[in-house]
């Protein structure tokens, strides 16, 4: 079953069910590594990103918003990571990864690992977890775990201070509800629900 991109941007959405107390997330926890250790985290300039990795395999962008700063545009590359940001502000807030040669943490979770080892790396509380069925024709279920911080002292001091103080990091693991294989992973800077509407509008190929 072929993923596609934004399926689980979308998906954020939809309500958080479960809550408890849960690790403290640090930005090693944040941070994503490819195999030629270069490292990806939230609010980096996207032209950063293209320095590292150079021009994207593909570009997405809506159209839909009124004033055209808002809308977001997807970098794409093909070794499997995407990145969103606004048009006017250029710094990510949304990194997707679907790929095992992208890894999270110097623990190097990635694609591929099971439910398990990415609860001896993050704990077992999360902030929220969710099965969903995202298939009408195999029924397909897909666990998303969720761990997220409002920490000021990793929150991107680039941020304007009236939205720092608002924002939320967080990484969220999608898993096979039934192996428990991690399929894709996702890290989010969260600054309103304004902001996760804007995916309702986002092209899916």
Request: glycine fraction near 4%; include cysteine.
């Amino acid at each position: 079953m072929k993923y596609k991109c934004f399926l689980f941007a979308f998906l954020f959405m939809l309500s958080f069910t479960s809550y408890a107390e849960q690790k403290n997330l640090t930005e090693e926890m944040l941070t994503v590594t490819d195999k030629n250790g270069n490292e990806f985290y939230l609010y980096m300039n996207k032209n950063e990103v293209i320095e590292k990795l150079g021009e994207p395999d593909k570009i997405s962008f809506t159209t839909n918003y009124p004033n055209d700063k808002y809308n977001i545009v997807a970098i794409e590359y093909s070794e499997g990571i995407v990145f969103n940001y606004r048009k006017g502000f250029e710094k990510i807030f949304l990194l997707e990864i679907s790929k095992p040669i992208f890894y999270i943490s110097s623990s190097k979770i990635k694609v591929s690992m099971n439910l398990k080892e990415v609860q001896n790396i993050y704990g077992e509380q999360y902030s929220s977890s969710k099965v969903y069925i995202t298939s009408e024709i195999d029924n397909t279920k897909i666990l998303r775990i969720v761990y997220e911080t409002n920490d000021q002292k990793i929150i991107s001091n680039d941020i304007d201070p009236e939205d720092k103080e608002g924002c939320t990091y967080s990484v969220q693991f999608f898993f096979d509800n039934n192996t428990k294989k991690l399929i894709l992973f996702q890290l989010f800077a969260d600054f309103g629900v304004w902001q996760r509407i804007l995916f309702l509008v986002m092209p899916v190929d």
